[in-house]
Structure formats: C-alpha cells, structure tokens
C-alpha cells in the first residue's frame, strides 16, 4: 500500500503531524509519499501511483485536494485542523486508531457529486472546464450594483435574476454559501444541483433543485465587473454577454468514512451547534 500525506504549509501543526503519521505508517511497512496541499504541480505527478491520500487542514484544503484527486478516482482521509471540518473523518486526537482501521481496511468511501463549469466568450471557450465540489458562484465584483443573469436549464428559459450572484451548488456545497444564501439543505448521497440567487431585487428568490442531468446556463449582463468563483478559490473575471455552463461532473469525490452510513444528520446539527 501506498499512503500520500498532504500536509498544509500555513498551520505549523500540520507538517509536525504530518511527520508524526508518516513515521507511524513508515514503522508499519507502509510506502509513504509527504507533499503539501498548495503544490498541486508535483502532487498531480504522483498521483496515480497512491492507494489513498491523507489531508491535514480546514474543508479548503479538503475541496483543493479533492478536485486534484478526483481525477484518479482516489480516496482521501481528512484530518481536521480547520474551524468546522464537514469534509473531515478524523480529529488530531484520534489518528492513531483511525489510521488503524483504515490498515485494516474497516472503512467504507462516500462519493459525493462535483460540478463542472465552463465559460465561453462569443461562443468560444475562456480557458479549459474546472471542477468544483462545493459551488459555482457568477456575482458583482468589488462594485455594490447588482447584476443581471439570464439563466436557461436544458437550453429552455427560467428567469433572469437581477442580484449580488447566483450559486449554482452541489449537496456537500448545501452547507456553506448556499446555506448562507438561504438555500435547502442537502444529503451528502443526493446527487441534485441546487440553483439560487444572492440577495435578489424585485425577482425570482427561491431555490431551485435540479436532477444530476441537468445542465444550467448563466449568462452575464453587466456594465461593471462581474467574476466567477468555483469554490472560492478559482475566480474568472467576466465580460458583459458571457456565458457560464453548469453541469454535474464526470468525476466524483471520494472520501474514507469509519462512522455509520447515517452520520451526516448528527454531523451537522453538531457542526452547525444547532444542538440544544
């Protein structure tokens, strides 16, 4: 077996644990591979050759590496170093015995959807297609104006919102800006595409959710400057007329799990401390 350890070089306790785990499955005649999660250039190069992957960080580095491992259809281990950690399975405390039963292979993988986005500028294409777990957001860009997106689904009409932005969301992106948005909240195993407007003015304001063949069509009127973001950490500045298609993804994101099949419901009311 071969394990990659992708530690995050901005929070000094991940690459100290991550040390500490790779000694552990070192002593363990695992083949280790230590890398950080902001060189995506030389992880991608030794990617096929892992069994599994390891993230130390927060749900960022967790939706940055799953775009990454996707691709080879490889699981990841989230250990959460973050605030809320959605996407994590393990905490610092309890490594030890869940890297054990991930050995012992005691685990199950969750796949979740991922979105695929393109834009297009007078018909051809700006850049190539990028994949997202959490969300497409089209929204104003540094000015307070609103702006203007003629939105198709299946090449037929549904509305033009006039608004901060749209989110175009996946059920693991259900719990973050689409959550703030006023969006529903979705389970992990749905497979639905949620489409909602940011703080719209005098239209359309309720959610939409659409079936995983769905392909969603936002095109942008604006005056002003106007960028799309695909997780919050790609962004595209957008010209007046463009288009943005939306649509599931051919890759999936796959995750170790170790609690039982039903743990997102008790996740999120303890994540969300909506508890009582």
């Known amino acids: ?137 089209v929204s104003r860009g540094g000015i307070a104006r609103v702006v203007r997106v003629t939105t198709e689904v299946n090449e037929s009409y549904l509305t033009t919102y006039v608004a901060d932005g749209v989110i175009v969301s996946t059920p693991t992106g259900s719990t973050a800006y689409a959550l703030a948005a006023g969006g529903p909240i979705l389970a992990p195993e749905l497979r639905n595409l949620v489409l909602l407007p940011i703080a719209p003015h005098l239209s359309m304001a309720r959610p939409l959710v659409t079936p995983p063949s769905a392909v969603i069509s936002l095109r942008v009127r604006t005056d002003h400057r106007a960028i799309l973001t695909v997780d919050g950490q790609f962004y595209v500045d957008l010209e007046d007329g463009d288009r943005i298609i939306v649509a599931a993804s051919p890759n999936v994101a796959s995750f170790i799990r170790l609690g039982p099949r039903d743990y997102f419901y008790n996740s999120l009311m303890e994540r969300l401390q909506w508890t009582i």
Request: glycine residues 8%.
């Open 1 to 137: 077996m071969k394990i990659g350890v992708l530690t995050h070089p901005k929070i000094p306790v991940s690459e100290t644990l991550g040390a500490e785990i790779s000694e552990w499955l070192r002593e363990r005649n695992v083949d280790v591979c230590v890398g950080s999660s902001w060189d995506v250039e030389k992880i991608s190069e030794q990617l096929e050759t892992l069994d599994i992957l390891i993230a130390l960080g927060g749900d960022g580095t967790l939706l940055r590496i799953a775009r990454l491992s996707a691709t080879y259809s490889l699981p990841i281990l989230g250990l959460n170093l973050g605030r809320l950690g959605f996407l994590a399975e393990i905490s610092p405390e309890n490594w030890r015995a869940a890297l054990k039963r991930v050995l012992d292979q005691d685990y199950w993988v969750e796949d979740r959807l991922m979105l695929r986005v393109e834009t297009r500028r007078n018909g051809k294409p700006v850049g190539e297609s990028i994949d997202g777990l959490n969300e497409v957001v």
